[in-house]
Every structure is written in structure tokens, then in C-alpha cells.
């Protein structure tokens, strides 16, 4: 009995290896399906882990998008576009299987990650198959640096650190703050660093402290910003952290303001605000009511389709990174347009050169990847009514 | 004797099938294929396994430090093989860094590029094996004291500790704090794995039925008999000990090899649980269970098994059921219909070869019997 | 004293309140068979526990071969409160573990069987070999030992070939009778090279004919390995067959020494432990 | 002084969490001799649970539901997952624990679809916001300890005074004699769970209270930080569990005080380590003898 199953078990693994070789051939015919012509767009978001709340949302706006332009012509021929989701449970080390995933789809272009380690470790296996990769928003600038593939429509964190420390310090007039990250977490740990390096340029104070994985008490940590004398906490830290931290600073009676990056630009923060005592600002990359139409349309969406509904985190407000999955979309598609194929080398040649009008604002690459921008939204949370509203556009000189 | 000469030639000839079968799939598919992923990862895990086997199954210390003693082989195996050109912009909050040398440079700059690489990374990983090691000794001088269940609280303890201490921001010049560590060499195919792995895992295999593995069973079956016939406990188990973590060192050095990128967060104790799990699919004391079970894990996780996250598996569409995480609920069941019924895993305490022996004895009997 | 292997001197073993061996003295001399007999819970386990290294006398030393191996005094690591004779006169502290004690040359077998359970019996033996082993791990695994390896082994089948094991060299240790369990005790204890062997009842719930078999082989071991053979028994056939001399303790107390025959008229013996013995 | 109060009135509260769970790894522990690495997920657990039917129905219904499910879950694990085991090793025993940790972790996963929950409806009351000696914190931070101590008390009693608490000492004690005396060892250790899960489900509630967002890893860190406390006080020991929780909580928050963030958690370990290697039987615990 225990020797059949062990038989059956070895022969099994046998199998699979062979089945590795012989799977390859109907694969490479894939887009021939149904007679229809598609072409494969990869999303690479992580749905669970700390990053999957905003994960979800980011894929949201590609789904939109997807529906209001589910074809695009490419070479006078019409090709359904075809959305490949991979979960890459936000940590690095599903990433490569996550990517090779993908890659195995046979898709012509990926689009994510939120959160820039995971996306640091699928670059290495998209750049080995040369497929081009659009960040949506990783703003980590080692994303775009060392990889041939990778390119981004958002700002990256030398830009978003400096913006929200100038804003902080010329205007909300702090003069000392305290930087609270996540220990192990390259995306705070960039953020903190390029904010207190803008900070103290400035002539301001910083201290700054970590926090272990998995902390829920952030008691003590504010207590430490209040013993600081700390007139603004910047954290950025993923939206479940996010929440705590606003409820701990109002708990705790913490005057200042809150500093968030665009990781908390979500429904989720701002809801957790309402009705309590906190100044919260955040740097993002769109503001809701920017594009009227694209509300009113998502809007619909959402409120039609339970599923995303849940995904958004039970609402129907527009978070940023929904936004920017949408452009992400879009920019995918000129690309691929512009390509004139669904090979990914044509589409990684044609990307550089994209230029595109999207919701956020205007999308170009520069050389190493990244978008050109100089300017982001700071929102600030009402909490009264529980919606973001807009302050300023932020741009650093 | 003539059996003896039977399971060398059956592990022979499954060794170089395997192997073979690794060459074909190499030559054949492209390295980002998901196949190479996975046997990629397998192997790096048959390794783990195999190491905590090593511990657990053949010495019988519970010890959970096994993801402590990855992260300090994976650490070293990035921090000495960044390319010096590149550590500026992967130091990026650290001005560089405070190492300012790549092994795999100083090799290719007497052994040339191709040679000298592949030496450097080959000794970035035994560096890491060592650390590895040398660490399980100084931690194994109080902990090792220890019964079974305190044991493996202190060892999991101690992972814990090490992990923040390479998230510490002071130690930033050299472990990049909280930041990744990337851009290092690594092997794209999945035939180095394997052979690396496979060198590995033939060493934990020949030192398993040395006299000194013998010892280590003795003393997993009755340590007090095994003291009263000579047998040096403290040293015995330090031994195992700092082997098993020198292993799981080189097997984290592998892991940063094949995630391309090295942080402190992958290596939770969460990692030390599911290689605990392998070892307990495939057979506490069995090499060969580990290794087996680590393949089926990795295939049917990593692949296998995707569709029941996402709406599709078999041809059945059900995206209300197969939905996120399924795939690791319908696992964890699979785990404890295992721990609970089939204890023994899949190979119990036998190595592969014996299933020709049972064969054998089973016909003896048999004839015997009537 | 030449020729005098085992010499035990004013151990004292106590478990908090308890005196589980109160001040023993015995001497054992080369070549000897000694009995150390005495009603069930006298402190005889005890004994070879301190002797084998298992406990840490409160106070005494053990002497092996003219050489002072264990010492202990009250004040001594372990912090007994012990206020018995003896007390002032050890002043250091000795304690090596059971594995040293074995690798001087010492190997013992135990009252309740305790063979590695998922060996065969040939490794059951073979691992008993490891202490005598030179090899160091690294040698041992990329089998620069092969010499040693096939010396040991060579041995090893030997010794079952002695003991009459061979037959059953592949089985599993614990699949084996009882009474070749016992026996299968002895060929791994003796295949630790010991000059004094220790025996725990070996013949514990044996029958008569098994115990005359057993009596007979040690008698065979002792004369063919030249050993010294230190014993602890119930079974007063055994006992008095094969024993050159006997120590009789009760109640941690040594209350009579001699020869089977003087031990048999002791009065003292007879009061304490053979009046009342069931199995005499 | 008045600096450090906040520290210290968080540290009393965490401490009192963290007792309440660390009771439920002691009388396991007492018991079977087997570190329940379940506990902590059942905890986390009881906070899903409470999320769930707070949402959909009134306190006064949900919170006896929460309790009632959490005690039925701890229940289960201990028939399903180890009483089958009872005779096997000890290392079975614990795969099995750590098995079952992993089964609920995932199982929580695939319903909460790996996104943590936040507490929408948190209990009124204890969750209000006070002023004390000029530090400002929630009302449950000031209730938690209390509510503790009393718990424990009552435990106490009920061990030292009724004919099922006098089982489970017996059954501690030394299994196969309670056994023989006629104890019914099963009810004692189904008995054993039920009141660790009643007490990390009255934790559970107190805890994401105060942390509103239950994720399926919030039961991790909280469960080994208790079974430290259990440790550190001497496993078996209920009042040796509590005071453990306490000096932990303490000292952990007010490492944070001292600006040590980074090494909160890792402290814990630390101070896990030092107590088994320096006094393995923690502050209360009773010296085992081994048989050899």
C-alpha cells in the first residue's frame, strides 16, 4: 500500500518532468484560439499579503479599462486583448515563479507590480525573456535602474520623498518630524530615506524609527512622535499599517499631522479616519474628480459588479492606483500599437518611445524607464464626510 | 552483496535519468520557462529538506532555525558577489556599501571571466555555509542543552533575532538594512541546481551512513543507550548541528540565487514550516523522501495546482470556489491528512533503493513461510 | 593492590531527602565475576548509574584501573546537603560523562532492554564500534576511513558469529525474542572494548533454561575477552553459579560482602533479602 | 516619569493580552507537554469571527457567538488533531500543532482572500477614547488588565476548588496515574482547551478592539510573545503565565520607549533564550526530574 503510493508519487514526479518538455508546443500556438486574435497582457499584482488590498485595486482600473477597450487593431487586424492575473503574494520570493508564470501565458507585455521588491524580483525573469514590463506604481527607483525591461508610469521615491518633505516643511510649517517605517521593507525604507534627506536639507529635524513585521500596537510609537515633539509623523507604510497608525495617533492624542505616501491614497484610509481627530495628507497620482468621466465610468463599474466592488474595498471611491492601472492599460496598448505585434521585442522596442495623454497626466519614458514627472496631488483626509479632499499640486524645483 | 550491487546500479541509473532529464529540459526550453523555475526551486528545496532531515529525522533535534541559517547563507552568498560597479546603486542609502570586493571578480581576474565566475560564486556559497555553520555553533553551545519542544522554541527564537538583526539599519554598509540586495550573478539554467544540489545532498547521504550518521540515529533512537555506548552527546549533536545549518546555509545561498533578489523577509519562520512540511510529506528519515516530496510541493504549488487560485482547474471553471488561496487551503488539508494518517510520508525512513530490498525480503519470507 | 579494577569509595548518591546509596565501598579485581544483589529499590541501579557516570555521587570517588576518575564532594557542583560520613575528605570535582566513562573501558548493559530500536542488529553493534572509531567526521564521510570501516565491520560479524546473532544479523533489533535481545545487549556492549563489564539483570524474565544458557555465556565471554565482569541480579542461580565474590546492599547499605558460599550463611542476608526473596 | 506613563500603561495593557493567551499555552502545555502552535491562530481566528458578526448583527448577540465559536474551534483542533496522536511522539504531536496552524492560517487566507480585515464595528464603550494622568488612550487599554486579573482569579478558583480543576492537576501531575485513578483524561484535556480558547476569545476581543485591522498572521506574533510570558514564567505555572505576560508587555514597550524599535520583537527571544538556558523551570515552575 505505502510502496504504491511512494511508487505513484515518484512516477508521478516523473511525468512532470517529462511533461515539461512536451507542453511547450501547443503553447506556442495559443494566440490562434477560437479563430479570434488575441493578445496577452500580463498583470503582475500581488492580491494577497500586506500589499494585496492595494494590489486588487490597481488591477481594478486595468479590468475597466479592459472592458471599456477589450480589442485594439494591430496591423489593421482587430486582436481581443486578453488579461493574464498572476498572484505574486507580494513577497519577493513568489515573484520569480509568479513572473515565469506569465511568461509561460505567452504575453506581450506585463504590467505591475504595487510594491517594488516583488517587481525588482519578476524583473530578472522578464528581462531574460525580453518581455517588457510596465511599473504601475513602484516608485522604488532600483526597479527601472538595473533592468533593461522594466519601465514606470509613476514618479519614483527621490521625487515623492522630496515632495512631501517640502510640503511638510514649508506648508504645514513642521519643523521636526518623525519617519516611521517597516523593518524589512525596501519601499518605506526608501521613502524614509529621500524624505529625511529633503527634510533636513531643508533645515528640518527627523527622527526615525522601525517597526517589526506584523506589529498591530503602534501605542508606543506615537507616544515616541509626541516625545519627539514631532509637529508631523511621515510613515510610509502599506494600508493595513496605515489604518493602525491612524488609529493609534488618535488614540493617543497625537496632535501633528500625518504624512502619508501614496500607498495610503485608499477608501480604506480615509474611512478609518472619519470621525476621528487626524490631519492626514498623502502625495498620489491622481485626484478623484480630475477626470470626471473616467469617475462616473469606473463608478459604474464597480457598483455593477459585486466582485470588484469587494475588491475596492467595499465602496465605490476611486483610489490612485486605480487610476494608474487604467493608464497602465493604455499605455500597454499604445505600445503594443505602436509595435505593430504581439511580439514581445517589438512591443519592448516600441515602449521607450511611447507618449501617451493619460487620466494622471502625461505619460513619457526618459531613458532609464521612468516616467517624466514633476508633480504630484497631496490629498488630505476629511474627516467628516470620509472622502479625500484635494489640497495642492506638489512639485519639487 | 549482490543486492548492494542492484541499489547501485537503480541509483545510478535514476540518477543519471534525472539528471539527463534536467539536461533535456535545459536545452529545450527557454530559462524563464516554468518548468526550470520550478525544478529550480525544487532543488533548492530538496536541499533545505534534506538538511533539515539531516537534524530532525536522523539526530531527532526539533530544531525550526532553518530559515535563520538561509538567510545568513543567502546574505552572504549576494553581499560577496555584487559586482563592485553595481554596489553603488544597490547601496544605494549606504554610500556604496563598505564591502568594495566581488568574489566572482577576484576569481575571473586569474581564472578569466567564465571559469573565475562560476569559482567565485561556488565559494560565495561555501563562505555562507560556513557562516552558516559557524553560527550554529556558537548557538548550539547553550541551545543544544535543551529537550525536543524547547529546543525548536529556541531555534525558532534565534532565526527570529538573526532576521532582525539583518534588517538593522547599523548593519546598513553591509546587509543594505531593509533593502534588497540584487544584481549579483546567477545561474539561469536549472542543471547547476541540480548538480550543486545534487553534490549536497550526495555528501548529507554518504555522511548519513558513515559511522558518524550511525551515531546520529543511535542517538535519535535512545540517546541514554547511546551515551552509555560511548557516544559523546554534546558533540555529537553540535556536530549535526553545525552540519545541517551549513547545509541550509549553501541551500540559502542557492535561494538568493534563484530569487534574484535577497531580502530578510522571505526567510521567516513561515519558511522554516513548510520545509518542515516537506520533510514530514516525504518521510521523516528518509533523504530521498525529502527530495521526492520537495518536487511534488514545488510542482504542484508552483504550477500544478495555480489554477485553483485563479477560476480554473482541470477544465472546471469555478471562479467563486477557486479563488485566492485555495490552492494553499486544499494543501494544508493534504498536510494534515498526512501528519494524522500517513505518518510515515511517502518513503517512511527508507531510501529509494530499498524499495528493491522489501521486494527482496518479501519473496524470502514468502518462501520461508511455506 | 595490583590487578584491582574497579574500586569504589564512600559513594554516597542522595535524591533530596532520599539516601538511594549510602556511603558504598567495594573493590573489584581483574578477571573477577562480583554480584551486587540486594531486594528490589536497595540502590543497586543506582550504584552502577554513579560507577557508569549516569549520576553524580553527592560525595565518593570511583577509581578504574588505579586511576581516579569520579569525585564529588557535598560542596561540589551538584550542592547536595550532605552531612555524612565521608563528608570532608574529597575536595575536587570529577564528572566525566557516561561516553568517557565507556571510552576508559567500561560498558554496560541495561535492566529494561534499551537497543536503538530501528536498527538491525548487526548496526546495533556496529554503532557500539563508534567510540572506538579514529576517523573524524569529515574522513569519516568521504570514506577515508574504508580500513577502519572494514576492520570494524570484520569485527563486528565476528562477535555475532560469538554470540550467535549472525543468523539474524539484518533483522531488526526489536524484532528479535526476547532472550536474543538480552544477548544482543551483551554483543553491543562488548563491542565497545570494555575491560569491565556491567551487567543489569541480565537474566530479568528469563526462564530457568534461558537463565543456565545466560550463566553459561557469560562465564564463556569472561574467559574468552579476559573481562571483568561486575553484575546485578535477581535470579540467585545465576548469581551463585557464576560469581567469584558478592556484595549484598539494603536500603543504599552495604551489609554483607563474600563468597556465594559465605553470602548464602549470612545471617544478615537471610534477614534482609533472602528470607523475603521470592525468586531465591 | 510622567514621560514614561504612557509606556507603562500600554505595556500593562499589552501584558494583559498577552496573559490571556499565554494561560491557554500553559494548561496545554501542563497537560499534554505540547506547545499548542495552534493557540495563536485561534486567537486570530476569534478576531475574524468577531469582524464577521459584528457586521451583521447586534454586540449583544455577536460577542457571545464569538466566544462560542472560538471554544468549539479549540475544541475540534484537540479531538481531530492530536487526541489521535496521544500515544505517537511528541515530535508527531507537534507537526501536528504546527500543521493545524498552518491549516487555519490558510483557511483564513482563502475566506478573508489574504487582505486583512479592519474592525468596522468595534465594541462601543471600551473603545472610547480617555485621559489619564494626561496620557490619552482608549478606554480598553485600562479594561484589559483588569478584566485579566479577574479572569484569573476566577481560573484559580475553579482550579483549586472544583472537582474538574482538581482532574486537570491530577492529569498535569502525572498523566497515567490520574488515569488510573479514574480520571477521564479526554474530558480533563478537552476541558483544558476550552478554556484556553474562552480565554484567548475574551483576548481576542480586548486586543483588535484596540488594534482594529485582523490579519491572518495577527495571531502569530501575539501567540509567541505568549508563550514566551508562559515560558519565562514557568510553564504549567497560571500565575507564572500572567506575570510572565506583564514583565514582557512592560519590557517591550518601554524598549520602544528607549528607541530600541528595531529589537522589540527580537528582545522577546532573547529573553526566551537566556531563561531556558539559565532556568529552564522559568520564575514558577516546578523542577521535572528526568527517569533515567
Redesign the interface.
Same mark, same amino acid.
Not at chain 2, 530559462?31 to 525544478?39: L, Q
Not at chain 2, 541514554?224 to 554534546?234: F, H, P, S, T, Y
Given at each position: 500500500m505505502k510502496k504504491l503510493l511512494a511508487c505513484t508519487l515518484a512516477l508521478v514526479m516523473a511525468l512532470s518532468l517529462a511533461a515539461c518538455g512536451g507542453k511547450q508546443a501547443p503553447e506556442g500556438e495559443a494566440p490562434a484560439e477560437n479563430g479570434d486574435k488575441v493578445v496577452r497582457i500580463g498583470v503582475f499584482e500581488p492580491q494577497t499579503g500586506d500589499n494585496g488590498a492595494g494590489g486588487k485595486q490597481e488591477i481594478l482600473g486595468m479590468q475597466y479599462a479592459n472592458s471599456i477597450q477589450p480589442t485594439v487593431d494591430i496591423g489593421g487586424e482587430t486582436y481581443e486583448v486578453k488579461l493574464e492575473i498572476v498572484d505574486n503574494r507580494t513577497s519577493a520570493e513568489n515573484g520569480p515563479s509568479a513572473a515565469a508564470e506569465l511568461v509561460n501565458r505567452d504575453v506581450s507585455i506585463v504590467l505591475g507590480s504595487y510594491g517594488s521588491g516583488v517587481s525588482m524580483a519578476g524583473g530578472k525573469v522578464f528581462e531574460e525573456a525580453g518581455i517588457p514590463a510596465v511599473g504601475v506604481t513602484c516608485t522604488n527607483p532600483q526597479v527601472t535602474a538595473d533592468c533593461s525591461v522594466y519601465h514606470r508610469i509613476c514618479f519614483t521615491d527621490p521625487f515623492q520623498g522630496p515632495a512631501l518633505a517640502s510640503y511638510a516643511y514649508d506648508g504645514l510649517g513642521v519643523k521636526t518630524a518623525y519617519v516611521l517605517g517597516m523593518l524589512g521593507s525596501d519601499y518605506d525604507q526608501g521613502l524614509m530615506y529621500y524624505f529625511t534627506e529633503a527634510f533636513e536639507a531643508l533645515g528640518g529635524t527627523v527622527v526615525s524609527e522601525e517597526f517589526p513585521e506584523g506589529t498591530a500596537n503602534f501605542v508606543s510609537y506615537i507616544n515616541n512622535a509626541k516625545s519627539a515633539g514631532a509637529g508631523a509623523i511621515f510613515a510610509p507604510v502599506s494600508i493595513n499599517y496605515a489604518q493602525l497608525i491612524v488609529e493609534a495617533a488618535d488614540a493617543q492624542g497625537f496632535e501633528g499631522a500625518l504624512l502619508g505616501s501614496d500607498t495610503w491614497d485608499s477608501n480604506m484610509v480615509v474611512e478609518s479616519a472619519k470621525g476621528k481627530n487626524a490631519d492626514v495628507f498623502v502625495t498620489t497620482f491622481y485626484q478623484e474628480g480630475g477626470n470626471p468621466e473616467f469617475d462616473d465610468g469606473i463608478r459604474e463599474w464597480i457598483n455593477a459588479n459585486a466582485d470588484a466592488k469587494t475588491n475596492n474595498g467595499g465602496n465605490d471611491m476611486v483610489a490612485a492606483v486605480t487610476a494608474m492601472g487604467y493608464d497602465a492599460y493604455f499605455t500597454a496598448l499604445e505600445a503594443i500599437k505602436a509595435a505593430g505585434s504581439t511580439d514581445p521585442k517589438a512591443v519592448l522596442e516600441a515602449l521607450p518611445s511611447v507618449s501617451y495623454e493619460g487620466i494622471c497626466g502625461h505619460i513619457e519614458f526618459d531613458e532609464v524607464g521612468d516616467a517624466k514627472r514633476d508633480s504630484a496631488f497631496i490629498k488630505t483626509a476629511n474627516t467628516e464626510t470620509g472622502v479625500w479632499d484635494f489640497v495642492k499640486v506638489q512639485s519639487v524645483q | 552483496m549482490t543486492m548492494q550491487k542492484k541499489k547501485t546500479i537503480f541509483t545510478t541509473v535514476v540518477l543519471a *535519468?534525472?539528471l539527463a532529464?534536467?539536461v533535456?529540459?535545459d536545452l529545450?526550453?527557454?530559462?524563464?520557462?516554468? $518548468?526550470?523555475?520550478?525544478?529550480k526551486?525544487a532543488t533548492v528545496y530538496a536541499l533545505v529538506a534534506a538538511s533539515m532531515n539531516l537534524l530532525?529525522g536522523f539526530t531527532?533535534l526539533?530544531s525550526l532555525g532553518q530559515a535563520g541559517f538561509m538567510l545568513l547563507g543567502a546574505y552572504a552568498y549576494g553581499v560577496l558577489t555584487i559586482p563592485v560597479a553595481?554596489r553603488a546603486?544597490?547601496y544605494? #542609502?549606504f554610500d556604496g556599501g563598505a564591502i568594495q570586493f566581488s568574489l566572482p571578480e577576484i576569481f575571473a581576474g586569474f581564472l578569466g571571466d567564465g571559469v573565475g565566475g562560476v569559482v567565485g560564486m561556488l565559494a560565495a556559497l561555501l563562505v555562507g555555509g560556513i557562516l552558516a555553520a559557524l553560527m550554529a555553533y556558537l548557538i548550539g553551545l547553550?541551545?543544544l542543552? @535543551?529537550k525536543?519542544?524547547?529546543l $525548536?522554541? *529556541?531555534t +525558532?527564537?534565534?532565526a %527570529?533575532?538573526l532576521?532582525?538583526?539583518f534588517?538593522?539599519?547599523a548593519l546598513g554598509p553591509i546587509t543594505n538594512?531593509?533593502?534588497?540586495l540584487?544584481?549579483y550573478p546567477?545561474f539561469?539554467k536549472a542543471t547547476p541546481y541540480v548538480v550543486l544540489a545534487g553534490v549536497m545532498i550526495a555528501?548529507i547521504l554518504? +555522511?548519513i551512513n558513515?559511522? #558518524?550518521g550511525? *551515531?546520529f540515529?543511535?542517538i535519535?533512537?535512545?540517546e541514554?543507550?547511546? %551515551? *552509555?555506548?560511548?557516544?559523546? +552527546?554534546?558533540r555529537h549533536k553540535r556536530?549535526a548541528f553545525v552540519?545541517s545549518s551549513f547545509f541550509a546555509g549553501i541551500g540559502g545561498g542557492m535561494?538568493a540565487m534563484?530569487?534574484?533578489?535577497i $531580502? $530578510?523577509?522571505?526567510f521567516?519562520?513561515s519558511?522554516t514550516?513548510e520545509i +518542515?512540511?516537506i520533510v514530514?510529506i516525504g518521510g521523516?528519515?528518509s533523504i530521498s523522501g525529502s527530495v521526492?516530496a520537495s /518536487? @511534488?510541493y514545488i510542482?504542484s504549488s508552483?504550477?500544478?495546482l495555480?489554477g485553483l487560485?485563479?477560476g480554473e482547474f482541470l477544465g472546471i471553471s469555478a471562479p467563486g470556489l477557486f479563488?485566492?488561496?485555495?490552492r494553499?487551503?486544499v494543501?494544508?488539508?493534504i498536510?494534515?491528512v498526512i501528519?494524522?494518517f /500517513?505518518?510515515?510520508g511517502?518513503?517512511?525512513?527508507k531510501e529509494?533503493p530499498d524499495?528493491l530490498d522489501?521486494r527482496e525480503r518479501k519473496h524470502k519470507k514468502e518462501a520461508a513461510g511455506k | 593492590m595490583s590487578g584491582q579494577v574497579l574500586k569504589v569509595e564512600n559513594a554516597t548518591m542522595q535524591f533530596g531527602g532520599v539516601v538511594a546509596v549510602d556511603n558504598l565501598n567495594l573493590e573489584i579485581n581483574e578477571g573477577e565475576i562480583v554480584a551486587l544483589i540486594g531486594p528490589n529499590g536497595a540502590g543497586k541501579t543506582t550504584a552502577f548509574n554513579v560507577v557508569t557516570g549516569v549520576y553524580q555521587p553527592t560525595n565518593g570517588a570511583v577509581w578504574f584501573q588505579g586511576e581516579k576518575i569520579i569525585e564529588n564532594h557535598p560542596q561540589g557542583k551538584m550542592k547536595k546537603m550532605y552531612k555524612g560520613e565521608h563528608a570532608g575528605e574529597y575536595s575536587h570535582v570529577l564528572a566525566p560523562t557516561p561516553d568517557k566513562i565507556t571510552k576508559l573501558g567500561m560498558a554496560r548493559t541495561f535492566q529494561n532492554i534499551r537497543l536503538w530500536k530501528s536498527q538491525t542488529v548487526f548496526d546495533n553493534v556496529l554503532i557500539a564500534k563508534h567510540c572506538r572509531a579514529t576517523s573524524n567526521v569529515m574522513s569519516a564521510t568521504f570514506r577515508f576511513n574504508r580500513k577502519e570501516e572494514m576492520r570494524q565491520r570484520q569485527n563486528v560479524e565476528e562477535l555475532l558469529k560469538i554470540v550467535g546473532l549472525y543468523e539474524e544479523r539484518d533483522e531488526l533489533a526489536t524484532s528479535l525474542p526476547y532472550g536474543k535481545q538480552r544477548r544482543l545487549e551483551i554483543a553491543r556492549a562488548l563491542a565497545a572494548e570494555p575491560k569491565l563489564l556491567l551487567l543489569d539483570e541480565p537474566a530479568a524474565g528469563m526462564n530457568p533454561q534461558e537463565t543456565d544458557e545466560l550463566t553459561a555465556f557469560i562465564g564463556e565471554m569472561r574467559d574468552r575477552f579476559g573481562l571483568t565482569i561486575f553484575l546485578i541480579e535477581h535470579h540467585m542461580n545465576l548469581v551463585m553459579g557464576i560469581s567469584d565474590r558478592i556484595y549484598v546492599l539494603d536500603f543504599g547499605k552495604l551489609i554483607a560482602e563474600g563468597t556465594p558460599a559465605e553470602i548464602q550463611n549470612n545471617q544478615r542476608v537471610i534477614d534482609a533479602y533472602l528470607g523475603v526473596a521470592d525468586d531465591a | 516619569m510622567q514621560e514614561m506613563f504612557p509606556y507603562f500603561l500600554n505595556g500593562i495593557s499589552v501584558g494583559g493580552q498577552y496573559a490571556l493567551i499565554a494561560i491557554g499555552y500553559t494548561l496545554v502545555y501542563g497537560i499534554l507537554r505540547l506547545i499548542n502552535f495552534a493557540h495563536g491562530d485561534v486567537f486570530m481566528v476569534a478576531g475574524l469571527v468577531m469582524v464577521y458578526a459584528t457586521a451583521s448583527m447586534p454586540f449583544y448577540i455577536a460577542l457571545p457567538l464569538v466566544v462560542l465559536a472560538t471554544v468549539v474551534l479549540g475544541f475540534l483542533i484537540e479531538r481531530v488533531a492530536y487526541k489521535p496522536l496521544r500515544s505517537a511522539p511528541r515530535m508527531s504531536l507537534m507537526i501536528s500543532a504546527i500543521g493545524v496552524s498552518y491549516l487555519i492560517q490558510n483557511m483564513a487566507f482563502y475566506i478573508t482572500g489574504g487582505v486583512p480585515q479592519p474592525v468596522s464595528n468595534p465594541i462601543p464603550w471600551i473603545s472610547e477614547n480617555v485621559t489619564i494622568l494626561g496620557a490619552s488612550t482608549k478606554r480598553v487599554t485600562i479594561i484589559t488588565p483588569i478584566l485579566t486579573i479577574l479572569l484569573v482569579v476566577a481560573l484559580v478558583y475553579l482550579i483549586n476548588h472544583t472537582k474538574i480543576g482538581m482532574a486537570m492537576r491530577a492529569a498535569a501531575k502525572d498523566f497515567e496515574t490520574a488515569q488510573l485513578m479514574g480520571i477521564k483524561i479526554n474530558k480533563v484535556i478537552s476541558m483544558t482547551f476550552i478554556i484556553g480558547s474562552f480565554l484567548a476569545a475574551v483576548g481576542s476581543m480586548l486586543y483588535f478592539t484596540n488594534y482594529p485591522s485582523v490579519a491572518i498572521t495577527s495571531g502569530g506574533m501575539p501567540g509567541l510573545k505568549a508563550f514566551v510570558a508562559a515560558v519565562f514564567g514557568g510553564i504549567g505555572s497560571i500565575p507564572g503565565a500572567v506575570v510572565g505576560a506583564f514583565i514582557i508587555g512592560l519590557c517591550e514597550e518601554v524598549i520602544k520607549g528607549l528607541g530600541y524599535t528595531t529589537f522589540s520583537d527580537a528582545f522577546t527571544f532573547a529573553l526566551l533564550i537566556v531563561v531556558l538556558c539559565v532556568k529552564p523551570t522559568g520564575l514558577f515552575g516546578e523542577k521535572v526530574t528526568d527517569k533515567v
Open positions: - | *535519468a534525472l532529464a534536467c533535456i529540459v529545450t526550453l527557454p530559462s524563464f520557462h516554468i $518548468a526550470v523555475t520550478v525544478i526551486k530532525n531527532g526539533f553595481k546603486s544597490v544605494q #542609502y547553550p541551545v542543552r @535543551l525536543s519542544d524547547y $525548536a522554541i *529556541a +525558532l527564537g534565534f %527570529e533575532i532576521r532582525a538583526f534588517q538593522w539599519n538594512g531593509s533593502n534588497l540584487k544584481s546567477t539561469s555528501v554518504l +555522511l558513515s559511522t #558518524y550511525r *551515531a540515529k543511535a535519535r533512537d535512545d541514554v543507550a547511546a %551515551e *552509555a555506548m560511548g557516544i559523546n +552527546l554534546a556536530l552540519i535561494m534563484y530569487m534574484g533578489t $531580502a $530578510a523577509a522571505p521567516k519562520s519558511l514550516y +518542515l512540511l514530514v521523516i528519515g521526492i /518536487f @511534488l510542482f508552483e504550477w500544478l495555480r487560485d485563479s479563488k485566492n488561496g485555495f494553499m487551503a494543501f494544508s488539508v498536510i494534515m501528519v494524522l /500517513f505518518r510515515r511517502i518513503m517512511g525512513d529509494l524499495l522489501r | - | -
